[in-house]
Nanobody
């Protein structure tokens, strides 16, 4: 059974950092492009970042939405079957539920951020609150 499980969300002060994790069960995460999305209260879900499949090797690509570029970093640990989102310099407007997702296309070697409707598997999300 394919499952994605996010963790790491919590309350953090503005300017602080968090690392979110997306653990995969039932499939090898390295063979799929993995996206991070977020949904703030009253707003639509939006794409943040994507990491392409790595095909068992170390070569992969990443993309970021402009509003997180330079602050967030996506990475993967194939041995742990986990993708991470390192978030630095957090702002109150980063407050949202963060989701990882995949379109399920085997060996997608593109990291272009796709649409919400393109995703086939979703985690249940983890809440990040940035507030003093």
């Amino acid at each position: 059974q394919v499952q994605l499980v996010e963790s790491g969300g919590e309350l953090v002060q503005p300017g602080g950092s968090l690392r979110l994790s997306c653990a995969a069960f039932g499939f090898k995460l390295q063979n799929y492009a993995i996206h991070w999305f977020r949904q703030a209260p009253g707003k639509e879900r939006e794409g943040i970042s994507c990491i392409s499949s790595s095909d068992g090797g170390t070569h992969y690509s990443t993309h970021y939405a402009d509003f997180v570029k330079g602050r967030f970093t996506i990475s993967r640990d194939n041995a742990k079957n986990t993708v991470y989102l390192q978030m630095n310099s957090l702002k109150p407007e980063d407050t949202a539920v963060y989701y990882c997702a995949t379109d399920g296309l085997f060996l997608r070697n593109s990291s272009v951020i796709l649409r919400v409707d393109d995703m086939h598997y979703w985690g249940k999300g983890t809440l990040v609150t940035v507030s003093s």
